[in-house]
């Protein structure tokens, strides 16, 4: 009989599954649950997006594209990050359609970093980043940011964390699972940290759009940045369109040149009905994104001020869709009281240490949903706290 550990991969094996996932085979066991968990647009695609994919199996395009993707949809992408960003990118040689933002972050560490080679990893933040980082041999350095910051980089934290070693930072902003937002002062201010750096930024924005109260500032715009910097972007956030799989990254031609190889070679390309679909996103799209954000931002103000009214309060998130309050002066650690949230309440919120040790604390709540639910939801963590004080 084969011996797996003689078999299975030490790096994998030693990998601690995502944190998310595990509280969500927890959630599984109870039923009748209210849940603000998912990270998930709870409107349908756009109705004349889903209709051009429609379209693009009924015309028989259903072959492979090029690996980068249709060429058509790089040049729509790029005349939508002038149009929305101010950045711009050679559809031709500097873009390629990836699955998903997922995808587009696995190419960007892969293509850059080597064994030994140190990322800077700003948390609270997305799973991805560590596994990531760590399959590749790199060594992960969290920077966790504080609540009385606003869960922004700062410029002086930055500096403590930069060694020889270095070759990647993260700046995964808007941010998730916080919230937070780095405005243009913010970036110049990293900017000018690494300005005389070989340092490599990769700007997770796949939140871009998603502000509320300013527009979004690309990390990529700011003067002197855009040679070291690698962009992702996507459609699952801003065009409701999560389970299409389709996102991607931007960088000078000599980074997205290598990223292409490990692209051909593990994935071909992006699905092509989710390209043509994205097509009309990006080209008619511009409406449908600033109805979803205004119906988040209301949502936003209605979970702020109903957390606050039951003795929850938070930080004013600018940014995605989340609110990130802090639970520790309750006495539970974060796993203990989400658990207990949910088997007392029947209510799922996320526990904070899912995305970093610095997330200890704090919990994820949604606003991804109808205003009925998050209001049944605060109702129930009302009950709770009544409980626990």
């Not at 550990?5 to 039923?31: A, W």
């Not at 990223?259 to 989710?274: D, R």
């Not at 970093?356 to 949604?366: L, N």
Request: net charge negative.
């Amino acid at each position: 009989m084969i011996d797996y550990s003689k078999v299975l991969s030490d790096k994998v094996v030693s990998m601690k599954p995502s944190g998310i996932r595990k509280f969500f085979d927890i959630l599984n066991e109870v039923p009748g649950v209210i849940s603000l968990t998912v990270g998930e647009p709870d409107f349908k695609t756009p109705w004349h997006v889903r209709e051009a994919a429609i379209a693009s199996l009924e015309k028989g395009r259903t072959a492979y594209t090029s690996n980068t993707g249709l060429l058509e949809f790089r040049k729509q992408i790029s005349s939508y990050l002038e149009r929305r960003f101010e950045i711009s990118y050679d559809p031709a040689s500097e873009m390629i359609i990836t699955v998903g933002g997922s995808e587009a972050i696995d190419l960007a560490i892969r293509a850059i970093v080597e064994p030994g080679d140190e990322v800077l990893i700003v948390e609270p933040a997305y799973v991805c980043y560590v596994p990531m980082t760590e399959l590749c041999g790199g060594v992960p350095v969290v920077i966790p940011t504080r609540v009385e910051d606003k869960f922004k980089l700062t410029p002086e934290l930055l500096k403590k964390y930069i060694t020889p070693k270095t070759k990647m930072l993260i700046l995964p902003y808007p941010n998730n699972p916080t919230g937070a937002i780095m405005t243009e002062e913010d970036l110049k201010k990293i900017a000018e940290v690494i300005k005389d750096t070989n340092i490599v930024v990769l700007t997770d924005e796949i939140y871009g759009e998603l502000t509320y109260g300013r527009k979004h500032c690309s990390f990529a715009a700011i003067p002197g940045m855009w040679d070291r910097t690698i962009y992702v972007g996507g459609f699952s956030k801003s065009y409701a369109m999560t389970g299409w799989r389709l996102g991607y990254v931007c960088a000078p031609e000599e980074i997205t040149k290598q990223m292409l190889k490990i692209h051909q070679y593990a994935i071909m390309c992006a699905p092509t009905m989710s390209q043509y679909a994205g097509i009309e996103a990006v080209m008619n799209g511009d409406e449908d994104i600033e109805y979803m954000k205004d119906c988040y931002n209301q949502r936003r103000r209605m979970l702020l001020s109903g957390l606050n009214e039951i003795g929850l309060p938070c930080f004013e998130p600018e940014g995605a869709f989340y609110v990130f309050p802090e639970i520790g002066k309750f006495g539970l650690s974060s796993d203990e009281f989400c658990e207990r949230l949910l088997y007392e309440e029947k209510c799922a919120i996320v526990p904070g240490n899912a995305f970093g040790a610095s997330g200890e604390g704090f919990a994820r709540i949604s606003y991804a949903y109808s205003v009925e639910h998050i209001s049944r939801a605060i109702d129930r963590i009302d009950k709770f706290l009544k409980k626990i004080k």
